[in-house]
């Protein structure tokens, strides 16, 4: 039995432009090279029969290897279209759409070493969009949950490689409510506390392997310590224990060995007190100030005998200059080591002393590096011996001095 069907005119013309558009366009692209010569960047323009204006179509850019690096379709400027990227050696690395410059739609991301996959979810105007999972290589799930606006919300789950559940987690920025939970390998409990609008509030705690109780507390419901805190020892004994106010120590502050002697004391008000460590003997050896909860002034160490041994000036929680002694000769004590820092780092003259008061060695320091002179010094003597000339930490001459 046989069927015809008839071509309307207007569909016959419709089906002439399409051919006219499909066969008679013409492409052309604009490219960018490495300074091997190698193509780096591919422009690709369309020109089509009914118009002599080029248009932007698509875009592509290559590894310096010549390994395509990505590729995207393009309308007016923008990525729009089919998006796809590749790792150096060639997997696939991403695969999307993109809506007016921005992704949208299902995307997909792959392992750079297995190729496989990694990610996958939605996109919406640029930002993660409800159902998220995350894979290892193996293919087992590593975390899923959801996004909404791009930040995550409700509950997610986190496996390790062998499917063990390892963490179950509400405490977002989005939920004004929620719970974390962590776990140990075997499935006990490792941490415990709940949170408001992602912030910990309200009962804390972590546990050891045994399930006993490490460290408990409470925080408040902006997530600062508040009240008492203690923490213990794998056998339950008392490690330490202090108050808080509003995230700072407040009152009496204790930490004990394993055989319950005191090697930490303090007092605090609102997080300005001083605290004390103590050795096995009982004996002083170290000591250093807080204000408002922030390092403050010099942080002593002793030896054994009482002696300085070491001590680092803080300002603001910020360590400013520290000095290190020799051990005590009879009544009198020497410096081996002095400097300053600044932001952390080794900044400006730095020197360093032998038993005898002698001084060895000299360094200028600029942001934790060597640079400039850095002198040597005869150890019996002091005389000096040779100058070094450092760039960057790096030495780049060397001037023995005159004998």
Excluded at 126 to 132: A, H, I, L, R, S
Excluded at 184 to 204: A, I, Q
């Amino acid at each position: 039995m046989f069927h015809c069907h008839f071509v309307t005119p207007r569909l016959l013309i419709a089906l002439v432009i399409l051919l006219f558009t499909t066969h008679c366009s013409q492409e052309s692209s604009v490219q960018e090279s490495f300074i091997n010569g190698k193509v780096k960047k591919e422009k690709v323009y369309r020109k089509n029969f009914f118009s002599s204006q080029k248009k932007w179509v698509k875009t592509r850019e290559y590894h310096i290897s010549s390994q395509l690096k990505y590729e995207a379709e393009i309308k007016n400027g923008q990525y729009h279209g089919q998006y796809t990227s590749w790792w150096y050696k060639g997997k696939i690395k991403a695969q999307g759409n993109y809506s007016k410059g921005k992704k949208e739609g299902h995307w997909k991301f792959f392992h750079q070493k297995s190729g496989a996959l990694y990610k996958e979810g939605k996109y919406h105007h640029d930002k993660m969009e409800g159902p998220w999972t995350l894979y290892w290589p193996s293919g087992n799930k590593q975390s899923q949950g959801e996004y909404k606006g791009g930040k995550k919300r409700a509950s997610w789950n986190h496996w390790d490689e062998v499917r063990n559940l390892m963490l179950t987690s509400s405490c977002f920025a989005s939920n004004p409510e929620g719970i974390y939970k962590s776990y140990y390998y075997h499935g006990k409990r490792k941490e415990l506390y709940t949170c408001r609008w992602g912030n910990k509030s309200g009962l804390y705690t972590l546990f050891h392997p045994n399930e006993l109780a490490w460290e408990k507390g409470e925080y408040d419901s902006i997530g600062l310590k508040q009240g008492l805190w203690e923490k213990h020892f794998i056998d339950g004994k008392l490690k330490s224990k202090e108050t808080y106010e509003s995230g700072l120590r407040h009152g009496s502050s204790k930490t004990w060995d394993k055989k319950g002697s005191i090697i930490q004391s303090g007092e605090f008000i609102k997080g300005t007190g001083t605290l004390k460590s103590f050795n096995h003997k009982g004996k002083l050896s170290g000591k250093e100030s807080f204000k408002e909860g922030k390092k403050e002034g010099p942080k002593w160490t002793f030896y054994p005998q009482g002696y300085p041994r070491s001590k680092m000036l803080f300002k603001n929680d910020t360590l400013i200059s520290s000095t290190l002694w020799h051990p005590a000769l009879g009544k009198k004590q020497l410096i081996s080591r002095e400097g300053h820092f600044k932001k952390g780092k080794r900044q400006g003259l730095w020197k360093w002393y032998n038993k005898k008061g002698l001084l060895i060695e000299s360094a200028h320091y600029k942001n934790g590096m060597r640079e400039g002179e850095s002198k040597h010094f005869d150890v019996n003597t002091g005389k000096l011996l040779r100058t070094q000339i450092y760039e960057k930490g790096m030495p780049k001459k060397a001037i023995l001095a005159p004998k």
